[in-house]
């Protein structure tokens, strides 16, 4: 295989394309009807099966969705999650879309199975088209549970078209087919990451992919059980209970996750991105944020001249080019990815303990006390009041950035260009109490649609954590009786405390939550995961797989403390230094739903305070509204219509 970059090799797959067609007069006449164009031209090189499976990349990314589900999440403050399914949509890009890659994706199959050429010299392509056929029945498992599964390109007569759905467990028992016929065939990262064809799947990234889907099956098995009913009989309802012979229990899922988890972790390609002590010697506090510069890294977009290659730790990525390929989405002036206020207190401080129980917690009455002795995490990706930033701040709510220097022209002691205030002032509509950091631009050329740095589809973070929650389920998860240990400190060493490391936190073990009967394992270890991954699209589905979507998305949404024992706070007494009137930051009387003087009802999980000192701003539990039937969505009406075959979920 050619080594080139894999957008350059997108953008020459387009280019041999346009020259098949228009080589010369005397073969345009020649040629086969443009509507059998691929299949009397393609495919019969290994070449070809090489174009083909580069189209496939085409749909990952930004575009691809699965990052706005956590936008759905109790963790964001974010207008979406006032706005859950109430009645079945006519159309649904989440249908359509996965079934129409799925048309190169079996075409590619097909073709390679008619293949009378070497094998051999296309069982790579193959490989990578296995992958993406389960990568997109998976999304559409994740939506809807069972779908029609479609493993061949399709005519306007197939039976497929106007058959009925196949079951949730028939399509993961495809999906795990696929994934294994993939890993036969693809390379190992070791084969491929020589910095000029990254993005490219291996084996390794197909292992940490089936990972994640045996976790997400064998968990939403295990806690969603009792909603029998979204299953429904495939008759009247739902897409039914059918199970292929030889399907895995949860613990033989459980089990091959873990695995699968742990030959990614030890193949020895993959390490954790720690570079607090490059950062930190570009200049004093660059180094506690230092994980928010794995999420923007470009040429030129940090103070220690990191580039992607310098990043290990994605898996499987989406690459981005300034040139080739921008991400061309709002991200930065957006900043999606808002935390709320149970995300700010879900981190952790620097001892290990929640906030609840840390002595280290400085509390609430000035902006800024939270952020002391916390969770690099928090610190590097969610701005802290009054901090100057350098760079960014041309958003709708702060600051005027300067877009005429670079780090190299910036002196370190006065390399900052924005100061950050929460402005909550009249704007309750959009109520946004914090900003969120994550994939938010300081490159001051990459900011307003061109950013373009490279999008994590699975990062060895996650596969540390799917290892640890897997190996816990295994233990016995909620057990945290005097001598149970559902998972072992050596587990813990190699997955959750590298992770808790890197971000500056104290490590896990059985004494450090000993003294709290209300932290468990499984429940730090859902904690860091939920921290570790935000805005990564993995929320919103957690939620509905440990079965507590249901209770978590119908509480309150808390945002900032205005009030403390009684008194002011900073919030309600400083002065914006925006504003020439002499305005304070903020102004209660703005916000429809007012105040709460408590958070009970919007707490769930052990180390959350379920009451904290004072007032704070809420998003009322009144409009949002999540149901039991919002665990699956509905079948689009108009696909119905089509196929009378297909029966709804149940509740729509």
């Given amino acids: 295989m050619n080594k080139i970059n894999l957008n350059m090799k997108t953008i020459l797959m387009t280019l041999l394309s346009a020259m098949i067609v228009l080589s010369s007069c005397e073969d345009y006449l020649e040629q086969d009807p443009k509507d059998e164009l691929t299949e009397a031209i393609y495919f019969t090189k290994p070449?070809?099966?090489?174009?083909?499976?580069?189209?496939?990349?085409g749909a990952l990314g930004w575009d691809d969705g699965d990052e706005a589900s956590d936008l759905c999440s109790n963790l964001a403050d974010d207008d979406v999650a006032h706005g859950y399914s109430v009645a079945a949509?006519?159309?649904?890009?989440?249908?359509?879309?996965?079934?129409?890659?799925?048309r190169a994706v079996n075409e590619l199959i097909q073709k390679a199975e008619e293949y009378t050429g070497d094998k051999d010299e296309i069982a790579e392509y193959l490989g990578v088209g296995y992958f993406f056929r389960a990568w997109n029945h998976f999304i559409m498992l994740k939506r809807y549970g069972g779908v029609p599964i479609v493993t061949r390109v399709l005519d306007v007569d197939s039976e497929e078209v106007y058959g009925p759905r196949n079951s949730r467990y028939e399509v993961v028992y495809q999906i795990l087919t696929d994934l294994d016929m993939a890993i036969e065939r693809l390379r190992f990262e070791s084969d491929i990451n020589d910095g000029t064809e990254t993005g490219m799947v291996s084996v390794e990234a197909a292992k940490a992919f089936k990972a994640r889907v045996l976790l997400y099956e064998a968990t939403w098995e295990k806690y969603v059980s009792d909603i029998e009913y979204l299953d429904g009989d495939g008759i009247e309802a739902g897409a039914g209970s059918n199970k292929p012979e030889g399907y895995p229990s949860i613990t033989d899922m459980l089990t091959d996750a873990k695995q699968a988890a742990l030959d990614v972790m030890s193949s020895g390609e993959f390490e954790l991105w720690d570079k607090r002590a490059q950062l930190e010697a570009a200049g004093a506090g660059y180094g506690d944020r230092h994980i928010y510069y794995m999420f923007t890294l470009e040429d030129g977009s940090n103070p220690a001249g990191l580039s992607k290659s310098d990043n290990k730790e994605f898996v499987f990525q989406?690459?981005?080019?300034?040139t080739y390929k921008q991400i061309r989405q709002n991200l930065s002036h957006s900043m999606k990815f808002t935390p709320s206020r149970k995300l700010m207190d879900m981190y952790l401080c620097k001892d290990g303990l929640p906030v609840q129980y840390s002595s280290e917690f400085k509390g609430y009455r000035n902006m800024t006390d939270e952020f002391e002795n916390r969770d690099l995490r928090l610190v590097g990706l969610v701005s802290e009041p009054g901090k100057q930033y350098w760079g960014y701040?041309?958003?709708?709510?702060?600051?005027?950035?300067?877009?005429?220097?670079?780090?190299?022209?910036?002196?370190?002691?006065?390399?900052?260009?924005?100061?950050?205030?929460?402005?909550?002032?009249?704007?309750?509509?959009?109520?946004?109490?914090?900003?969120?950091?994550?994939?938010?631009t300081e490159n001051y050329n990459r900011e307003t649609n061109t950013e373009s740095y490279n999008y994590p589809q699975i990062r060895l973070a996650e596969v540390m954590l799917i290892y640890a929650e897997a190996a816990c389920e295994l233990g016995?998860?909620?057990?945290?009786?005097?001598?149970?240990?559902?998972?072992?400190?050596?587990?813990?060493?190699?997955?959750?405390?590298?992770?808790?490391?890197?971000?500056?936190?104290?490590?896990?073990?059985?004494?450090?939550?000993?003294?709290?009967?209300?932290?468990?394992?499984?429940?730090?270890?859902?904690?860091?995961?939920?921290?570790?991954?935000?805005?990564?699209?993995?929320r919103y589905d957690d939620l509905k797989r440990w079965g507590i979507a249901y209770d978590e998305l119908r509480r309150s949404t808390c945002l900032n403390y205005i009030q403390y024992e009684g008194t002011s706070t900073e919030y309600e007494t400083m002065v914006h230094p925006?504003?020439?009137?002499?305005?304070?930051?903020?102004?209660?009387?703005?916000?429809?739903?007012?105040?709460?003087?408590?958070?009970?009802?919007?707490?769930?999980?052990?180390?959350?305070a379920p009451t904290k000192p004072g007032a704070l701003i809420i998003d009322d539990a009144s409009v949002r509204s999540f149901r039991v039937a919002n665990y699956l969505e509905p079948i689009p009406k108009n696909q119905i219509e089509l196929n009378p075959a297909l029966v709804q979920n149940p509740g729509w």
Avoid at 318 to 322: E, G, I, L, P
Wanted: no cysteine; charged share 25%; proline share 4%.
């Fill in 393 to 440: 701040g041309a958003s709708a709510r702060g600051g005027g950035a300067r877009y005429d220097k670079t780090f190299e022209e910036v002196e370190l002691e006065t390399s900052y260009d924005y100061t950050y205030w929460p402005q909550l002032l009249n704007n309750a509509e959009r109520g946004v109490g914090y900003s969120g950091l994550k994939f938010v």
């Fill in 476 to 538: 016995g998860g909620q057990l945290n009786v005097s001598g149970a240990t559902p998972i072992s400190q050596g587990d813990l060493d190699m997955t959750i405390n590298k992770i808790r490391a890197r971000a500056g936190v104290a490590p896990l073990t059985y004494d450090l939550i000993a003294p709290y009967p209300e932290l468990t394992m499984l429940g730090e270890i859902r904690r860091e995961r939920a921290i570790e991954l935000y805005g990564e699209g993995h």
């Fill in 318 to 322: 989406t690459v981005y080019d300034y």
């Fill in 89 to 102: 949509l006519d159309d649904d890009d989440y249908w359509k879309k996965p079934y129409s890659r799925l």
């Fill in 47 to 57: 070449e070809h099966f090489e174009y083909a499976s580069y189209n496939l990349y």
């Fill in 578 to 608: 925006q504003y020439e009137d002499g305005r304070m930051l903020f102004d209660a009387s703005v916000f429809p739903n007012g105040l709460t003087s408590g958070e009970s009802a919007t707490s769930s999980y052990a180390g959350i």
